[in-house]
């Protein structure tokens, strides 16, 4: 303690805990711990007048607040000194600055984990002036995402009985958040925004910006920009995603759900171990996208083909410490619209196998064939790296193709079965003497209206597709007696 220039006072290994008669006395645990302290405050003191300190600095603060701090009955912590005859001392401070600070927001659910906040540094100004508010400025560390916020806006008045009622108030910046930190992901993050409300309710509106948004298994890097208003839970950290409109590329993304943080559980009574983290299920409609974005996001080099894509789907990433790839599940539907191959060679097949299902051979064989455009869709469903397509149709002009099967998002693996259908009888698809020589097999490839069914198999992978006749399932396929599969006319 030093008296030159008013009252000067340094201190360090200091404690506070909860009043003797509270329910948090119990823990044994102080609620505050200060490593190192200084304040300096005027001689001068008028009795019934808080006392002023101008300036309070604080290093290596750690504070641990239950979910509902109640002090006491009623009367909180004053109660004894108002019923003995006594009363506060009052103290009104200009301004409080703090180097590394933890605060631990415990949570009232046994099952959640406490929030951890690590503070590197916060200014307050305005403190003990009444029931008004306080101004911060404040830079924080995320530690996933790792990177820094800084913050700054207006907080309180404390409410004891409840901290999360308390009010908050503020705009913020968080830049170099290195998504690499969620294996499977990577890209560096950066976002601004405000927020107002309480600490327990909290309406956040803001936009990020991740010019090299990337999947670490593979692909390229993409732009990924998005804007959003969400509702944040302060005291746990849980978010609720009300609306995230979000571009990929040249695709545009509408989302919406919620990231809740759970704990971990041990496996125990029957119950399956769970590694704590970040749930997340979201629920994502994209209106107006481009494959070709999405291609390049998972795959190396010139996508596989180009169209419009409309999708909407469920998504949800449990917690865990494989890659979000992996964690990743997917249920919904698409609709895939004037796709063509960037492969030259496959892209030609497509339009003589259009040309052929219309029955003109001849222009299969043109040079100058007609621009085709292709059309897919199907439901969805995607776990463990693979995709599930139950019901997807390959559409071009002149021809469909059924099929049921997987595809290995890491693997490239495809497995599938089905039927592909012509217009044309397979004499007209061949066209020309040939083509009359089959005119006696047109009955047994007649099927369901088609010109022409036969059973398909396409195996190999992305990079070696292999299209193949199922044999097996054409000698069992009995051919279409003239006039329909009654014989009437």
């Known amino acids: ?140 560390t995320n530690p996933r995402p790792k990177g820094t916020i800084d913050t700054h806006g207006h907080f309180g008045p404390w409410e004891v009985e409840d901290p999360g009622e308390s009010p908050i108030g503020g705009s913020y910046r968080f830049e170099h958040a290195n998504l690499a930190d969620f294996k499977g992901i990577a890209g560096i993050l950066s976002s601004t925004g405000n927020y107002d409300g309480t600490l327990r309710d909290l309406a956040v509106n803001g936009e990020t910006d991740t010019p090299d ?64 983290g970040h749930d997340i299920a979201l629920k994502v409609n994209v209106y107006s996208g481009r494959i070709e974005d999405f291609l390049r996001l998972a795959t190396s080099g010139p996508p596989l083909l180009t169209g419009a894509l409309t999708m909407k789907t469920a998504l949800e990433v449990a917690p865990g410490r494989p890659p979000v790839s992996d964690r990743l599940q997917l249920n919904g539907n698409f609709l895939l619209a004037d796709a063509q191959f960037a492969n030259t060679d496959m892209q030609k ?26 059309t897919m869709q199907s439901h969805f469903q995607m776990e463990n790296g693979v995709i599930t397509l139950p019901d997807l149709k390959y559409m071009v002009p002149g021809a469909e193709i059924d099929l049921d099967g997987t595809y290995g998002v890491k693997t490239g693996a495809l497995n599938f079965k089905g039927t592909a259908k012509m217009q044309a009888t397979i004499s007209k698809m061949v066209g020309g003497w040939k083509g009359m020589l089959l005119t006696p097999l047109d009955r047994f490839f007649k099927k369901d209206g088609a010109g022409t069914a036969v059973p398909v198999v396409i195996g190999g992978t992305r990079k070696e597709p292999q299209f193949t006749v199922d044999f097996g399932r054409l000698k069992k396929t009995e051919p279409q007696r003239p006039g329909g599969p009654t014989g009437a006319s």
């Open 349 to 374: 097949r497509i339009e003589e196998l259009s040309m052929r299902g219309q029955g003109k051979p001849k222009d299969a064989k043109s040079p100058a064939a007609a621009d085709v455009r292709s």
């Open 1 to 140: 303690v030093s008296l030159m220039n008013g009252l000067w006072a340094t201190g360090n290994g200091l404690r506070i805990w909860p009043p003797a008669k509270s329910k948090l006395a119990s823990t044994g645990a102080p609620l505050i711990r200060l490593a190192e302290f200084r304040f300096h405050a005027p001689l001068h003191y008028e009795p019934g007048k808080p006392i002023y300190i101008s300036l309070v600095e604080l290093k290596g603060l750690d504070v641990d607040l239950p979910p509902k701090m109640r002090l006491g009955p009623a009367g909180g912590a004053g109660s004894d000194s108002a019923q003995s005859g006594g009363g506060f001392v009052q103290f009104r401070a200009g301004t409080i600055e703090c180097t590394r600070a933890l605060l631990t927001l415990e949570s009232g659910n046994p099952g959640k984990p406490p929030l951890v906040i690590a503070i590197a540094h916060l200014k307050l100004t305005q403190v003990g002036e009444g029931r008004s508010a306080m101004g911060f400025d404040a830079e924080l």
């Open 213 to 276: 948004f990337r999947l670490s298994s593979g692909g390229e890097a993409m732009h990924l920009r998005t804007q959003f208003h969400a509702q944040v839970d302060g005291t746990n950290g849980n978010t609720r995603l009300q609306n995230v409109d979000a571009t990929l590329g040249g695709s545009h993304l509408i989302a919406r759900g919620e990231i809740l943080r759970v704990a971990a559980l041990n496996a125990q009574d029957g119950q399956m171990e769970r590694p704590g």
